[in-house]
Structure formats: structure tokens, C-alpha cells
């Protein structure tokens, strides 16, 4: 059980264009999704928290307007990256919590590479 | 300081040897303590969760924690090539966002 998935797996695109990532909860419901970055060789860096039918919160340094969050259903999460530039490119990983179960435990999709040329 | 601190650099076991990771946390008020295991190129991977003072095992791992002394540590017994990689302490603090430590890697030498 607790099964994150990610979509795509890979992008490459253009300076400019718009990138948009799903994140979706397979077997378990998520109130709470939570969207990382992670340069290479370094840690994770949360970027936001993505609450099901409201505003996600977004970390102090991170623009809301060019990370889009839209966390419509318990199951899915999408991250739209807008206006990409190179330093956009990065390893994006989302992260669910099981809202059933008691812990707190969160729960990692297998992470979106992008590369913005 | 740093919420969560993993200090030590890569390390390096020999096969069937004992890995032993730390990690120190500041919020004296975190409840709930993860170890992560991230390939490289890879997603992390949940690999153990340890919520009361003491000790837990699973498998060939242990998570100990000690809640006074704010750290928790991972050990690895009967390490397997298999285990290299980087490990990461995670704490949530009580307001469901998990802090990471900067990993520690493990290289498993056959």
C-alpha cells in the first residue's frame, strides 16, 4: 500500500514554456501533498504544501505565481511550473500523507526531472 | 542551527559490517522521526519511522531515539551492496511539514 505516482517521469522543454506535474495518491486518500525540489547533490528542499480544496502554502523564497498548485481531489496533486527558465531545472518529488491512517508518515512519487533548455 | 543535522560524511563499510548513521534535531517538541533511503537519481523511500524513546527494529534495521538528547540514529546490520546509498533523518515538528537532515552516504565495499 501507499503508493505515490508522478507523471511525467521526465521533461525537457524550452525556455518559456509551462510544465505541469502530477502527482497522484494510488491506494489512499491525501489531504496533504507536498511538493520538493532537489538540486543535485543536495537535500530536499520543500517548496509547498498542497491541501485539498484550498490554497496551497508555499515556502518562504518560493514565487506562488510560477509554481502553480492545484490540489482539486484526494488523489492528485498537479505542480505547474510556468515560464520555465534553465534554473528551473531540477528534480521535482511530491510526497503524500495517508489521512486514514493514525501516523504521519509521508509517502514519496518516484520524482519529475526537468530540464529547461 | 540547523533543524535537523547529519554531520558525518560518506561512510564507508565492508560488507556484513554495522553502518551506524546519527542525526540531532532542535525542536525539542518534534514527535515523530523518519529514515529515508534515496538512490541515486531515485526518489526517497521510506525505511523506517520511530515515534517513542528507544529502540525498533525491522529487518537488518534499528532505529534508536532518544528524545532528551534530541537524536535518533539508524543502524544497518549485515550490510549489503545493496544498502549504498544516501540516508536521510526527517523530523516533523508537530505542524506536518518534515524537516531533512542533508543525507549521509553509505558505500556498502564488497
Known amino acids: 500500500g501507499a503508493v505515490v505516482s508522478q507523471h511525467p517521469s521526465r521533461v525537457i522543454c524550452k525556455s518559456g514554456t509551462s510544465v505541469k506535474i502530477e502527482c497522484r495518491s494510488l491506494?489512499?486518500?491525501?489531504?496533504?501533498m507536498f511538493w520538493y525540489r532537489q538540486f543535485p547533490k543536495k537535500s530536499l528542499m520543500l517548496m509547498a504544501t498542497?491541501?485539498?480544496?484550498?490554497?496551497?502554502?508555499?515556502e518562504q523564497g518560493v514565487e506562488k505565481d510560477k509554481f502553480l498548485i492545484n490540489h482539486a481531489s484526494l488523489t492528485l496533486s498537479t505542480l505547474t511550473v510556468t515560464s520555465a527558465h534553465p534554473e528551473d531545472s531540477s528534480f521535482y518529488i511530491c510526497?503524500?500523507?495517508?489521512?486514514?491512517?493514525?501516523?504521519?508518515?509521508?509517502?514519496f512519487g518516484p520524482g519529475t526531472r526537468l530540464t529547461v533548455l | 542551527q540547523k533543524e535537523v543535522e547529519q554531520n558525518s560524511g560518506p561512510l564507508s563499510v565492508p560488507e556484513g559490517a554495522i553502518a551506524s548513521l546519527n542525526c540531532t534535531y532542535s525542536?525539542?517538541?518534534?514527535?515523530?522521526f523518519f529514515w529515508y533511503r534515496q538512490y541515486s537519481g531515485k526518489s526517497p523511500e521510506l525505511i523506517m519511522s520511530i515515534y517513542s524513546n528507544g529502540d525498533k527494529e525491522d529487518g537488518r534495521f534499528t532505529a534508536q531515539l532518544n528524545k532528551a538528547s534530541q537524536y535518533v540514529s539508524l543502524l544497518i546490520r549485515d550490510s549489503q551492496p545493496s544498502d549504498s546509498a544516501t540516508y536521510l533523518c526527517?523530523?516533523?515538528?508537530?505542524?506536518?511539514?518534515?524537516?531533512f537532515g542533508k543525507g549521509n552516504q553509505v558505500v556498502v565495499i564488497p
Open positions: 525542536d525539542r517538541g518534534s514527535q515523530s
Open positions: 491506494d489512499f486518500q491525501a489531504t496533504t
Open positions: 498542497s491541501n485539498e480544496g484550498s490554497k496551497a502554502t508555499y
Open positions: 526527517a523530523v516533523n515538528g508537530g505542524n506536518n511539514r518534515l524537516a
Open positions: 510526497s503524500a500523507r495517508d489521512q486514514v491512517s493514525s501516523t504521519d508518515t509521508q509517502y
